[in-house]
């Protein structure tokens, strides 16, 4: 019975740690933050500068100097939302009991789906930032379509970016992104989740029974407290190289991405492709869509370019692919990669219709 008592302590001990931190984590990062910068944006109908290109017209020309500039611009945004990330991703994997997350996010079903989105739009990262945690929940066998929902919500459901994005934009332009969203959040999830094999199923199965049978205890850290900082380690020597190496190399290649600025771009099908395609590849911080979207609006830019990377900028980027590759199979990212660039022409030719 004492056994069974101090267990129950143990765990109760683990989970209010865990909430203490993800409360206290996204209050300090993200929610009181984005409270203060909703104001700014509701009275001056701007919350900053382009990190795409500043002030000009066009990206500079791709150098070590623009690579290192972006990184660095890009860095100072995110850097605390990444350790937040980390420190979540690697806290789900020691601290929350080893059958939780696959109760709630394991089944394959929609309801699945619906509860990682939901938790998702509280949490507010940059898809960089939320891919520890997404690597976290895969670790804890969440489904493959739940952990999309919620990596693919975090951006494209954001309630502090539509707000931004309603006194910046115009409500018009976050209606849209509201619509396609939970189109894109919980329609890719759910159809991520039907391309689960029987296989992949049996081994989720089994990989969970190993888990409940032992405790989620590694051999080489019996305190829970400990092995928290040993997977934080883990996580943040595999995960943190490749995505800087990927983030300076798109911060070296803006100007091929977004060559030109313009009246000149307007609404042909092909200008809405590129900029699809192009919004899926980059990498910005939270909300920053906003800001670069405004900026070439100013420009003269088409209501359809900026429209497709209304839906393609936030949810993925190549250093955030990169992040979460091994926690799903190769096949249910290019779905995702290629769904996004599909949903962002799709909202390209919407905002040009609607004449936004």
């Known amino acids: 019975m ?19 931190l993800a409360t206290a984590g996204l209050f300090y990062v993200k929610w009181l933050p984005y409270y203060n910068r909703a104001f700014v944006a509701a009275a001056e109908h ?38 937040l990330g980390l420190l979540l991703g ?3 994997q020691a601290l929350l009991p080893a059958d939780w997350v696959a109760r709630v996010l394991g089944k394959t079903g929609f309801g699945s789906v619906v509860a990682a989105g939901a938790l998702s739009i509280p949490s507010m990262m940059c898809t960089c930032c939320a891919a520890p945690v997404v690597v976290g929940l895969r670790a804890r066998q969440a489904s493959p379509g739940a952990a999309i929902a919620f990596w693919l919500g975090n951006t494209i459901l954001n309630p502090a970016t539509l707000v931004f994005m309603g006194f910046v934009l115009g409500w018009n332009w976050a209606t849209l992104r509201i619509v396609l ?23 989720a199965n089994a990989e969970l029974s190993k888990f409940v049978t032992n405790s989620g205890v ?13 997977i934080f380690v883990r996580m943040s020597i ?14 070296a290649a803006r100007a091929w991405l977004f060559p030109t600025i313009g009246a000149d771009i307007g609404n042909e099908i092909w200008w ?9 590849l980059f990498v910005i911080p939270t909300t920053g869509e906003v800001p670069i979207i405004q900026a070439m609006l100013l420009l003269g830019i088409g209501a359809g370019p900026a429209g497709a990377l209304l839906m393609t900028l936030p949810p993925v980027s190549l250093p955030s692919l990169a992040m979460v590759a091994r926690s799903f199979r190769p096949q249910v990212l290019l779905f995702v990669v290629a769904a996004v660039v599909a949903i962002g022409i799709v909202c390209g030719l919407l905002a040009a219709a609607l004449n936004f």
Request: hydrophobic share 55%.
């Open 2 to 20: 004492n056994a069974i008592r101090q267990q129950a302590d143990n765990t109760a001990l683990k989970v209010a740690v865990f909430l203490v």
């Open 46 to 83: 701007s919350i900053g500068n382009s990190i795409l290109m500043g002030t000009a017209a066009s990206p500079p020309a791709p150098s070590w100097d623009a690579a290192l500039g972006y990184a660095l611009a890009y860095g100072k945004a995110i850097w605390q939302a990444m350790v």
């Open 90 to 92: 690697s806290a789900i």
């Open 181 to 203: 969203g939970v189109l894109m959040v919980f329609g890719l999830g759910y159809l991520v989740n039907l391309m689960v094999t029987p296989k992949e199923a049996a081994e």
């Open 218 to 230: 590694s051999d080489s850290a019996s305190n829970p407290f400990l092995r928290w900082i040993e």
């Open 238 to 251: 595999r995960l943190i190289p490749e995505y800087i190496v990927i983030v300076l190399l798109l911060g």
């Open 272 to 280: 809405i492709v590129a900029f699809a395609v192009a919004g899926t």
